[in-house]
C-alpha cells in the first residue's frame, strides 16, 4: 500500500508560480512511477504529468509543456510538481498519483490516489 498526501496549492496570480508537494508513505516508494492529474469544477480528472520510477523519464500534458517540472526525490519519498507561468485554466484540485506498473495516462488505471490540493489562478 502507499499512501499520498499533497501540500501546496493556494490561489495565484496569472502569470504566477506554485510547487505541490507529494509526500508518499510505503516501503515500495521509490519503484512506482508517479504523476499528478487534476479535476476542474464540472470536469473529468486528467491527465498532467508523470515520470518514471527512475526519475529519468518524464511525461507531460501537451497545455503544460513548457510551463510544469515534475520531479522526484526518493530520498524523502517526495514528488513534486513545479508549475510557472500559471493560466486561470490551469485552476482545478490537483492530485498525486501512484501506479504499481506503468505510468497511467487515464485516471481510472490509477493504483493510488492523494487527497488533493486546490489550485486557483485569478486573472
Known amino acids: 500500500q502507499v499512501q499520498l498526501v499533497e501540500s501546496g496549492g493556494g490561489l495565484v496570480q496569472a502569470g504566477g508560480s506554485l ?3 507529494c509526500a508518499a508513505s510505503g516501503r515500495i516508494f521509490r ?3 508517479m504523476g499528478w492529474f487534476r479535476q476542474a ?3 473529468e ?3 498532467v504529468a508523470a515520470i ?3 526519475g529519468d523519464n518524464t511525461y507531460y500534458e501537451d497545455s503544460v509543456k513548457g510551463r510544469f517540472t515534475i520531479s522526484r526525490d526518493g530520498a524523502k519519498n517526495r ?3 513545479q508549475m510557472s507561468s500559471l493560466k486561470p485554466g490551469d485552476t482545478a484540485v490537483y492530485y498525486c498519483a501512484a501506479d504499481r506498473n506503468t505510468v497511467s495516462y487515464y485516471a ?3 493504483d493510488y490516489w492523494g487527497q488533493g490540493t486546490q489550485v486557483t489562478v485569478s486573472s
Open 19 to 21: 510547487r505541490l508537494s
Open 31 to 33: 519503484i512506482y512511477p
Open 41 to 43: 469544477p464540472g470536469k
Open 45 to 47: 480528472r486528467v491527465f
Open 52 to 54: 518514471s520510477s527512475s
Open 79 to 81: 514528488v513534486y510538481l
Open 108 to 110: 481510472s488505471d490509477v
